[in-house]
């Protein structure tokens, strides 16, 4: 029996694959894109539940403001203390993915209301999280470790040495592979990318017709 739309479509990958972009061009297709880190990054600087509990883990010292009197987190030396802790790792995704997943639904509703056919949620650790229930397909973006970690480094992301213990800490390339719907592999220029997800997207337009109804 079909169901209204939209097709919750998830996309994940490892640090430096590209899924960032892969998302980017879904949403340029017409997607509607719910992006995980970025609402994480902001519950962190607004949600006070949150603020109050990355203050008992880490100390108050990772907050603190700039000239304006805006609030600034100190990522990096977040990153430093749960790279070396997976304990603290675990209690910080403890702390912010329950969170994340209520403004996903929120997302749901909306584009139920507008009638999208396809909403696409990027998260990083898509299953790590618990985040793939209840979506419609995912897809994993895959590519070359070593041009992963040229990417990130060239993105700012960290040093050589700091972005190869990140990627370390996720789960490897292969597991991601095994669970996903669909696999894009980035291993070419980004004309070469954004035909690949061109493709996907005319797949998951099918699969989206096929699935649901309009209200």
Not at 8 to 30: A, I, Y
Not at 48 to 54: K, Q
């Amino acid at each position: 029996m079909k169901r209204t739309y939209p097709f919750l479509v998830g996309v994940t990958g490892g640090l430096g694959s590209g899924k960032s972009m892969v998302c980017h061009f879904l949403s340029e297709m017409g997607c509607a894109l719910f992006e995980s880190d970025r609402v994480a990054k902001e519950l962190q600087l607004n949600d006070p539940e949150v603020i109050e509990g990355i203050t008992a883990l880490f100390g108050s010292k990772v907050y603190s403001f700039d000239v304006s009197g805006t609030m600034v987190l100190d990522r990096k030396k977040i990153a430093a203390m749960v790279f070396s802790s997976p304990e603290k790792l675990e209690a910080l995704n403890r702390l912010i993915h329950p969170r994340v997943y209520i403004q996903f639904r929120k997302a749901v509703l909306e584009a139920e209301k507008r009638g999208t056919k396809i909403l696409v949620k990027e998260a990083a650790i898509l299953f790590e999280s618990g985040g793939n229930e209840g979506l419609d397909a995912v897809v994993v973006v895959a590519s070359d470790v070593q041009k992963r970690i040229e990417r990130a480094v060239l993105k700012g992301m960290g040093t050589h040495e700091e972005i190869v213990l990140r990627i370390a800490t996720q789960w490897p390339q292969e597991k991601l592979i095994a669970q996903a719907d669909y696999v894009i592999f980035n291993k070419g220029s980004l004309v070469d990318l954004k035909k690949e997800t061109e493709n996907l997207y005319c797949k998951l337009l099918a699969a989206a017709v096929s699935s649901c109804n309009p209200l």
